[in-house]
């Protein structure tokens, strides 16, 4: 399976992104789904997940509230709305896919897509 995520850009502290990825080669319907986020110098660290069954989103404790995490299977992309930025939340965001429940460490994912930047100002 093959991941793109795109969405990425450069916005003021307090305003909104909405990151996609569009899963090819296979339905996204099959897989967990993921964002994951990375600045330089720091492990890559779990931002949201979540597969066919909505209940089981999981979201990192500093983005629940403001990150919504969905998923469109008729279209295979998932999606990331970011509200209420912050500087903080400035970093490399990257698609992942895996198999199971939704996890937070990054080596068992599966599938990976190129990172988008996200960079939020003061």
């Known amino acids: 399976v093959q991941l793109q995520a795109s969405g990425g850009g450069t916005v003021q502290a307090g305003m909104s992104l909405t990151l996609s990825c569009v899963v090819s080669?296979?339905?996204?319907?099959?897989?967990?789904m993921g964002w994951f986020r990375q600045t330089p110098g720091k492990e890559r660290e779990f931002v949201a997940a979540?597969?066919?069954?909505?209940?089981?989103?999981r979201y990192a404790d500093s983005v629940k509230g403001r990150f919504t995490f969905s998923r469109d299977n008729a279209k295979n992309t998932v999606h990331l709305q970011m509200n209420s930025l912050k500087p903080e939340d400035t970093a490399v965001y990257y698609c992942?896919?895996?198999?199971?429940?939704?996890?937070?460490?990054?080596?068992?994912?599966?599938?990976w897509g190129q990172g988008t930047q996200v960079t939020v100002s003061s």
């Open positions: 979540g597969n066919w069954i909505i209940e089981n989103t």
């Open positions: 080669g296979g339905p996204s319907s099959r897989y967990t």
């Open positions: 992942a896919a895996t198999q199971g429940l939704a996890k937070t460490i990054q080596s068992e994912w599966t599938h």
